[in-house]
């Protein structure tokens, strides 16, 4: 185009890199819109469900949800926790989630580890066997599940239904086994980037199994095991299938499956479900908001490997 | 973030290393520790007897937990599939009788298994591709694309059944928010009473806690990918879409495969919603809900609900079976 051109290579591309630049600007603009539109309708359910949620049901159910308020209160939330005691699934849902990421992580890990340092006799075989597993659909074990726990007898102190079924053992064991493997497939991928070197000098030392895997590789995995706590805790706190299935007393729900409870038998207050879901929604959003980088993290480094 | 730039790659340092010991495998290893590697290779006396009690025990109660939970059950539903009973009396082997059942004479079978195609190709063919639209357009570093980002990926922390009032809220008959948007008091739509509709709006509710899902998988993937190629491709005159479809998006095929698993898994898992809407029924049939109320239910028939977990087991397989191909050829690569 220009004269000039051949005498510098950078000349060259300059035109085009000129006009796309204009083009981008009124790009800029429509991705802008695009996205800020996008976002907006993502929000819009959530923050609808708040704004219910502080409306008395006899205005909405003669305005809609969709109205002007006459009357804010924190009513519902109040009438969630008095009436129908979230506090109680709250506790019942920690019971489950808290030992059921700790365990989670520290098998996986000391799994992933043998798989992936100490490359043990069968790694691959171990490997797939946990991988292929966590990727099963629920509903393919839930049946053989339902039934053993049924047979399974445990000691008053452990179960007050004297079995395994119905009680937090089983939905505990259940969440273990079922997200250890998610958590080694992606710790082992992880371990694999760390040096072998700092294991072999390790070794050298005369350090153990135990040692290397304490002392030496997890401190190394600290990232890793943070993205996946967060992740392994939202997951434990959300499921809902697990706890629908092996759990009858309705006083043991976790307090997501608990949300059903606050449905009448023949009326349901849909103004204190929002209020529910919104009590339920707040741990993980509050969760996602401060550890964003975290859940990003644990999602990605299970998928994003070359 | 370390960890969103380098996917799958861990702290910075031995980054470097890593292509060189792909591109000439095992070369790495021979140079300095030969003797070491070939020792530690080979067998047991690496390990101390302590280091095996250690090894057998803490790797033993995994092994064994995900057989008993995961593997044992898989085998006993195929078995129990062929088999007549109702968890208390005798087993009798039936053959095939459940499935003949099921595909002739179970009204809710093909209906749910349309229910589950149905969330495949939309999650599939809707929500993955708008997903990656948005993980891209995002990944051209607009102002504000930490605000787009959270908020785009805000549904994903939700639990399903919390989508799934959510959903009752906008879209119940009387008072729910899209009918007053739409205006029509006078004759509102049924969005989740109407048996033609709901499935769909069951899907878009879906569908908006997928996005996110997805998004988040390719803005890391797309992050990954070397700037290099982009810069070869536009001086070399691609355009911006030529460029995204013949050098970026091949460059994408593992994120791919786990959007893929992810995508069907999702389809075949699907339950949460439709059950916290109206328990999986009248139009929102899905095979997840069939074998739950096969064993919860007062029917309680162990044999059939298993047929029907097998179905599910079998749409899976396959493509769990191609995402485990690749990670093999990915292992052997290493």
């Known amino acids: 185009m220009t004269a000039a051109a051949p005498a510098s290579g950078a000349a060259e591309p300059a035109p085009p890199r000129r006009r796309r630049g204009h083009r981008i600007r009124t790009g800029r603009i429509g991705v802008h819109a695009f996205l800020l539109t996008v976002s907006l309708a993502f929000l819009a359910p959530l923050l609808l469900a708040v704004y219910a949620s502080l409306r008395p049901y006899e205005e909405t159910s003669e305005h809609g949800y969709f109205s002007l308020p006459r009357k804010l209160s924190f009513d519902y939330y109040q009438r969630a926790f008095s009436d129908s005691e979230m506090t109680k699934y709250f506790i019942n849902t920690l019971l489950i989630a808290v030992p059921g990421v700790l365990i989670t992580l520290f098998f996986a890990s000391f799994t992933a580890f043998c798989v992936a340092r100490l490359r043990v006799r069968g790694s691959l075989l171990l490997l797939m066997l946990f991988t292929a597993g966590n990727l099963l659909p629920q509903q393919v074990i839930v049946t053989p599940l339902y039934v053993l726990f049924n047979r399974i007898p445990l000691p008053y102190w452990m179960s007050d239904s004297m079995t395994m079924f119905d009680s ?21 991928n992880y371990m694999r980037t760390l040096p072998q070197e700092i294991l072999e000098a390790a070794i050298v030392d005369g350090a153990g199994v135990w040692t290397q895997y304490l002392r030496i590789t997890l401190p190394l995995c600290r990232p890793a095991l943070a993205a996946l706590g967060t992740l392994q805790f939202t997951w434990m706190y959300n499921d809902f299938l697990w ?44 969760v996602f908001l401060l550890l964003q980088r975290h859940f990003i993290a644990g999602l990605t480094l299970g998928a994003g490997k070359g | ?60 109660i995994p092994v064994l937990l995900d057989m008993v939970i995961v593997w044992g059950p898989t085998l006993a539903s195929v078995l129990l599939s062929f088999t007549s009973w109702d968890g ?8 095939l009788r459940n499935y003949e059942n099921l595909f002739t004479a179970y009204p809710a079978f093909w209906p749910a298994a349309r229910h589950n195609l149905l969330w495949l190709a939309f999650l599939g063919l809707v929500a993955t591709p708008f997903g990656l639209l948005l993980a891209v357009l995002v990944d051209r570093g607009v102002r504000f694309s930490r605000f787009y980002q959270s908020t785009l990926y805000m549904p994903v ?17 009387d008072q729910g928010a899209l009918n007053a948007v739409l205006g029509n008091t006078a004759d509102p739509t049924d969005w989740l009473g109407d048996r033609d509709l709901n499935i769909w709006m069951i899907l878009l509710a879906a569908a908006w806690r997928h996005t996110g899902y997805v998004m988040i998988l390719y803005l890391a993937g797309l992050k990954a990918v070397d700037p290099s190629l982009k810069e070869a491709a536009a001086i070399d ?36 919603i439709v059950y916290a809407v109206n328990k999986g029924r009248n139009g929102l049939e899905l095979l997840s809900v069939l074998v739950t109320d096969n064993i919860v239910g007062e029917a309680s028939r162990i044999g059939f609900g298993s047929a029907i977990a097998v179905v599910l087991l079998l749409f899976s397989l396959g493509f769990v079976v191609t995402f485990l191909v690749q990670e093999i050829r990915g292992e052997s690569r290493r």
Do not use: H
């Open chain 2, 157 to 173: 922390v939700l639990s399903l059944a919390v989508v799934g009032f959510i959903a009752q809220l906008i879209l119940s008959r």
């Open chain 1, 168 to 188: 937090y053992w089983a939905v505990l064991s259940v969440q273990i086994g079922f997200q250890i493997g998610f958590c080694v497939f992606v710790l082992a």
């Open chain 2, 1 to 60: 973030m370390p960890l969103l730039r380098t996917p799958g790659g861990g702290p910075p340092d031995p980054r470097p290393k890593a292509p060189a010991a792909r591109d000439a495998p095992g070369a790495a290893r021979r140079t300095g520790a030969r003797t070491r590697a070939s020792a530690r290779r080979r067998g047991p006396r690496r390990f101390t007897r302590r280091d095996l009690a250690v090894i057998g025990l803490l790797l033993g």
């Open chain 1, 243 to 286: 706890a629908l299935v092996f759990i009858s007393d309705g006083d043991k729900l976790p307090v997501t499956s608990a949300l059903n409870n606050l449905r009448g038998q023949f009326f349901t207050d849909y103004n204190l479900l929002a209020a529910g879901s919104v009590i339920v929604a707040l741990p993980t959003l509050i």
């Open chain 2, 88 to 95: 208390i009396g005798d087993i009798s082997w039936v053959g």
């Open chain 2, 237 to 272: 005159g691609a355009s911006e879409a030529q460029t995204f479809f013949r050098i970026v998006f091949p460059t994408l095929r593992p994120v791919n495969v786990i959007v893929g698993v992810i995508t069907v898994i999702e389809a075949l898992r699907a339950f949460d």
